[in-house]
């Protein structure tokens, strides 16, 4: 079984800030698994965003470079994504995923950016 819980969405003005967070349980071990996060804005198709490897490494999506941060917590078993200098493009649901024999999601947190 495998469970992916986001919290931490919310409204904010632009060039505010979030810390969206991923609580993974049941077959998810942070520590060996791919980890990363993805949004859907309204009409259009899920984007990754980034994402981390077991080994800590990090991608990001060019759009968000320098203003997000993905990082995990081992020994809670969770990822986080930090978001600074949030833009009205940035809104979205939010969803952490996990990849191993099939990619699992969870099932979304809401940020939205008002101008």
């Known amino acids: 079984q495998v469970q992916l819980a986001e919290s931490g969405g919310n409204s904010v003005q632009a060039g505010g800030s979030l810390r969206l967070s991923c609580a993974a349980s049941?077959?998810?071990?942070?520590?060996?698994?791919?980890m990363g996060w993805a949004r859907q804005a309204p009409g259009k198709e899920r984007d990754l965003v980034a994402r981390i490897l077991s080994s800590g490494s990090t991608l990001y999506k060019d759009s968000v470079k320098g203003r997000f941060t993905i990082s995990k917590d081992n020994a809670k078993n969770a990822v986080y994504l930090q978001m600074n200098n949030l833009k009205p493009e940035d809104t979205a649901i939010y969803y952490c995923y996990t990849l191993k024999e099939s990619t699992y999601w969870g099932q979304g947190t809401q940020v939205t950016v008002s101008s």
């Open positions: 049941g077959s998810i071990d942070v520590r060996y698994d791919l």
